[in-house]
Nanobody, 124 residues
Framework: QVQLVESGGGLVQAGGSLSVSCAAS????????MGWFRQAPGKEREFVAA????????YYADSVKGRFTISRDNAKNTVYLQMNSLKPEDTAVYYC?????????????????WGQGTQVTVSS
């Protein structure tokens, strides 16, 4: 069982930066692919980024590529999402997710564990 707790959301102006974190419980964190997803009001949950257990492989949605960076610190059981050049359309609740696999899944239903989410609001 893995428990995930996000933190670091908030309000930022367009063009600004924000970092969100996800702390995981458990002793096998490095065996989990970690993903970030987001969900805006009235929209489906969408993939943002994923990172392999070792951190050597990452994958991004086209909408955030070049602006967001996913990383992880396995010693701290934490995954991060650094968000730069934020746009109003990035406004959403951001969720981290985990799955014990070597595949960087981009579909939410394949992930087994989810955090409670953290709100990110980008004002224009």
């Amino acid at each position: 069982q893995v428990q995930l707790v996000e933190s670091g959301g908030g309000l930022v102006q367009a063009g600004g930066s924000l970092s969100v974190s996800c702390a995981a419980s458990g002793r096998t964190f490095s065996s989990y692919v970690m993903g970030w997803f987001r969900q805006a009001p009235g929209k489906e949950r969408e993939f943002v980024a994923a990172i392999s257990g070792s951190g050597s492989n990452t994958y991004y949605a086209d909408s955030v590529k070049g602006r967001f960076t996913i990383s992880r610190d396995n010693a701290k059981n934490t995954v991060y999402l650094q968000m730069n050049s934020l746009k109003p359309e990035d406004t959403a609740v951001y969720y981290c997710a985990a799955k014990s696999t070597k595949v960087l899944f981009t579909t939410a239903r394949f992930y087994d564990y989810w955090g409670q989410g953290t709100q990110v609001t980008v004002s224009s």
